[in-house]
Nanobody, 124 residues
Framework: QVQLVESGGGLVQAGGSLTLSCAVSGRAVNLLAVAWFRQARGKERDFIVA????????NYVDSARGRFTITRDDAKNAVYLPMNNLTTEDTAVYFCAADLYGSAEVVGSSYNYWGQGTQVTVSS
């Protein structure tokens, strides 16, 4: 069973940066496609970025390209989401999700495993 635990959320001023972490257990992270989603209060869950299990394919939503990246550390069995130039529109609960041998899909239903989420709040 794959377990995902997000961390690194918090309060940051607009223009600032945060790096979220997704610690993976139960499977080697290099067998998993891992994605980041977010859900603002009262809104639907939105895709941000995903990396395929091979690491060769990465998909970004347009609003994240250039500000957010996704990195994977096989030795630490973790995936990270460095976020720069944050705006108040980035305030949300951020979730990581995983799928065994997945291909960086942008749809949430493609992922079988989800973390509990971490809150990111960007103040103006």
């Amino acid at each position: 069973q794959v377990q995902l635990v997000e961390s690194g959320g918090g309060l940051v001023q607009a223009g600032g940066s945060l790096t979220l972490s997704c610690a993976v257990s139960g499977r080697a992270v290099n067998l998993l496609a891992v994605a980041w989603f977010r859900q603002a209060r009262g809104k639907e869950r939105d895709f941000i970025v995903a990396i395929s299990w091979s690491g060769r394919r990465v998909n970004y939503v347009d609003s994240a390209r250039g500000r957010f990246t996704i990195t994977r550390d096989d030795a630490k069995n973790a995936v990270y989401l460095p976020m720069n130039n944050l705006t108040t529109e980035d305030t949300a609960v951020y979730f990581c999700a995983a799928d065994l041998y997945g291909s960086a899909e942008v749809v949430g239903s493609s992922y079988n495993y989800w973390g509990q989420g971490t809150q990111v709040t960007v103040s103006s």
